[in-house]
Nanobody
Framework: QVHVAESGGGLVQAGGSLRLSCAAS????????MGWYRQAPGKPRELVAR???????IYADSVKGRFTISRDNAQYTVYLQMNSLKPEDTAVYYC??????????WGQGTQVTVSS
């Protein structure tokens, strides 16, 4: 069984910063891509950023230049540094992990709220 757990969400004023962390544990022996998605009320879940095992990254246009994704392969952990936060970044942020076997796992999500 694989467990994915996010942490680091919270309430912050516009212009502030937060750092999200996500750790995968359990019966997982290798990880390919790791990523962050978000879902705001009444909207579909959307990609925020992804990072490959080799460090290649992609970002949603709305967060480019403000968010940075990184990972620690030895710890099966992925991070999302979020700077210059805007009220429209308010959402539940979900971590997604793709194993070497091709399975995808989701965390429970962490709430990020940005006040204006």
């Amino acid at each position: 069984q694989v467990h994915v757990a996010e942490s680091g969400g919270g309430l912050v004023q516009a212009g502030g910063s937060l750092r999200l962390s996500c750790a995968a544990s359990g019966a997982i022996f290798s990880i390919n891509d790791m990523g962050w998605y978000r879902q705001a009320p009444g909207k579909p879940r959307e990609l925020v950023a992804r990072i490959t095992s080799g460090g290649g990254t992609i970002y949603a246009d709305s967060v480019k230049g403000r968010f940075t994704i990184s990972r620690d392969n030895a710890q099966y952990t992925v991070y999302l540094q979020m700077n210059s936060l805007k009220p429209e970044d308010t959402a539940v942020y979900y971590c997604n992990v793709k194993s070497g076997g091709g399975n995808a796992y989701w965390g429970q999500g962490t709430q990020v709220t940005v006040s204006s």
